[in-house]
Antibody, heavy 128, light 106 residues
Framework: QLQLQESGPGLVKPSETLSLTCSVSGGSIGSSGHYWGWIRQPPGKGLEWIGTIYYSGSTYYNPSLKSRVTISVDTSKNQFSLKLSSVTAADTAVYYC????????????????????WGKGTTVTVSS | DIQMTQSPSPLSASVGDRVTISCRASQSISSYLNWYQQKPGKAPDLLIYAASRLQSGVPSRFSGSGSGTDFTLTISSLQPEDFATYYCQQSYSTPYTFGQGTKLEI
């Protein structure tokens, strides 16, 4: 059974870089067709997609964060990581990693994407 | 970015009720719409993908419908464990965006 686990510092100082790792177990991060992503949720608020990565290194980022975000993958460790630079209090949130899966219909003409396996989330607070 | 708007929020209901949650996209997204359930302190769980396809292991009382800009999540008979917050999410284009959430209250 595929499981994802986030890890990293729970407290980051303003202007510094937030670094998190997502460890994948029960499956390979290099499995075909699966992307791996990060989503965050500020306290009491909704969900915000940060970005996704394929095992080859291909990435998609949210433009609202793109100048500060780097997502990378380490297939040898079956992990992927998030770095968010120049953090402020607005970056305080629960950070989730998730697998993006694909459903194809109509003989492979249409591809539908959805996040079907999530980590439990890790709380990151930005404060001095 | 595609804006996703859910209604109502919050939603009050009772065990055994049939409830409907709506989600509207700011532009047509065909059937690229997913629904998630989130309980306090937990990660979201996928319920429905591609607007109407039930995720494996999800009870059949959950169903999704719609295409284009208007979508619906229906719970046919509310169970105590269904009281949670529900989010829609579009996967038509990046950045993927979520609705603001609908909190289903007793």
């Amino acid at each position: 059974q595929l499981q994802l686990q986030e890890s990293g510092p729970g407290l980051v100082k303003p202007s510094e870089t937030l670094s998190l790792t997502c460890s994948v177990s029960g499956g390979s991060i290099g499995s075909s067709g699966h992307y791996w992503g990060w989503i965050r949720q500020p306290p009491g608020k909704g969900l915000e997609w940060i970005g996704t990565i394929y095992y080859s290194g291909s990435t998609y980022y949210n433009p609202s964060l793109k100048s500060r975000v780097t997502i990378s993958v380490d297939t040898s460790k079956n992990q992927f990581s998030l770095k968010l630079s120049s953090v402020t209090a607005a970056d305080t949130a629960v950070y989730y990693c998730a697998r993006r899966n694909t459903y194809s219909s109509s003989g492979g003409y249409y591809f539908y994407y959805y996040m079907d396996v999530w980590g439990k989330g890790t709380t990151v607070t930005v404060s001095s | 970015d595609i804006q996703m708007t859910q209604s109502p929020s919050p939603l009050s209901a009772s065990v055994g009720d049939r409830v409907t949650i709506s989600c509207r996209a700011s532009q047509s997204i065909s059937s690229y719409l997913n629904w998630y359930q989130q309980k306090p302190g937990k990660a979201p769980d996928l319920l429905i993908y591609a607007a109407s396809r039930l995720q494996s292991g999800v009870p059949s009382r959950f169903s999704g419908s719609g295409s284009g800009t208007d979508f619906t999540l229906t719970i046919s008979s509310l169970q105590p464990e269904d009281f949670a917050t529900y989010y829609c999410q579009q996967s038509y284009s990046t950045p993927y965006t979520f609705g603001q959430g609908t909190k289903l209250e007793i």
